[in-house]
């Protein structure tokens, strides 16, 4: 009985050295118990033993999130080249994309004081409550934001980051020229365009074992472009201005595949205005502003988008 017992115990470690079990965890969180006999670029092979019988198959990465290697094997079929092999406690991810695109539009808010302009408007005339109203309306806006991000390893990218943002205001009433005379009844808006264009640095983290959802950061500095169209009492005036920008993100992502993705992005943009060119169609005037008077642009923004991944390793 015993010698029946070692010998059982002889084959059992024998079957196991000679098929190792390695793993392949698929997106539809199964877990393939197998041995990895070759690593394509694009997919894997493997074998399964049942009960002595051996079956081949092969799966393409695009349906992997994870595999892990017990051993490196010894016989002919396993190319010299398959990575190093890995404990299934820490598995290895398939390929990863070299280029990330991504699209985003939401809302931004200007967090600037506007209590010296609505001061202004009040000695123009206009009720303090509508003067509020109307920088309260025009530190609300839309906003729109593209990148494309070459990732230098699977974590950290490096990229363009383009970023706009809109907003308007308008409100009507009698105006005070200050002549000592008159008063005038019109109305009083603007139209604001803020572009931005720099450099970026991107870092991203997945989570979970399924890798599905991720986190990620970026920090980007470029050129930002100030275009306001004003309409006021006493005529149209176009102010421009360009300036030093910096933003920096935080945002979720969620991938549907693994070439898309769907995300949430909170951003925080800064930029202060120091010069403009102002112009009537007529006459034009570039003003150095003094610096109770500087255009702060700096905002908060909350976006949704859609991410693209390409050009896997």
């Not at 396993?78 to 695109?101: D, E, I, N, T």
């Not at 303090?128 to 309260?136: F, I, K, L, M």
């Not at 200050?178 to 720099?198: C, K, P, Q, R, W």
């Not at 949704?304 to 390793?313: A, D, K, P, Q, T």
Request: aromatic content about 12%; proline content about 4%; some cysteine.
């Amino acid at each position: 009985m015993k010698r029946i017992l070692l010998l059982a115990f002889v084959l059992t470690g024998t079957v196991f050295s000679v098929f190792p079990q390695d793993q392949i965890i698929t997106r539809n969180n199964d877990t393939i118990e197998c041995k990895i006999t070759r690593v394509n670029r694009n997919d894997l092979l493997f074998e399964i033993d049942t009960k002595g019988v051996i079956s081949s198959g092969r799966i393409p990465f695009t349906e992997v999130v994870s595999y892990s290697v017990t051993t490196t094997p010894s016989d002919s079929r396993r190319p010299a080249s398959l990575p190093g092999a890995q404990r299934p406690a820490s598995p290895v991810a398939g390929p990863s994309p070299r280029l990330r695109l991504s699209l985003n539009g939401g809302a931004g808010y200007i967090f600037s004081s506007s209590e010296k302009a609505e001061e202004s408007m009040a000695a123009w005339g206009i009720a303090d409550d509508d003067a509020g109203a109307y920088y309260n309306d025009l530190k609300l806006g839309i906003c729109g934001s593209g990148d494309i991000t070459f990732m230098v390893t699977t974590r950290i990218g490096t990229g363009l980051r383009y970023k706009f943002f809109y907003t308007d205001a308008g409100v009507e009433g009698f105006f005070d020229p200050n002549d000592g005379i008159y008063l005038m009844y019109g109305t009083y808006s603007e139209h604001i365009y803020v572009n931005f264009a720099g450099v970026s640095l991107f870092y991203t983290e997945p989570l979970g074992r399924s890798q599905k959802f991720s986190v990620y950061a970026s920090w980007a500095a470029g050129l930002t472009l100030y275009r306001n169209e004003a309409e006021t009492f006493q005529g149209n005036l176009l102010i421009t201005g360009n300036a030093l920008g910096m933003d920096g993100s935080l945002g979720l992502e969620y991938r549907l595949t693994p070439s898309m993705a769907l995300g949430a992005e909170l951003s925080a943009f800064n930029s202060l205005l120091r010069k403009i060119e102002m112009t009537d169609g007529t006459n034009t005037e570039t003003l150095e502003l003094e610096k109770e008077n500087i255009e702060n642009l700096s905002r908060f923004e909350l976006s949704l988008g859609i991410r693209f991944y390409l050009w896997n390793r």
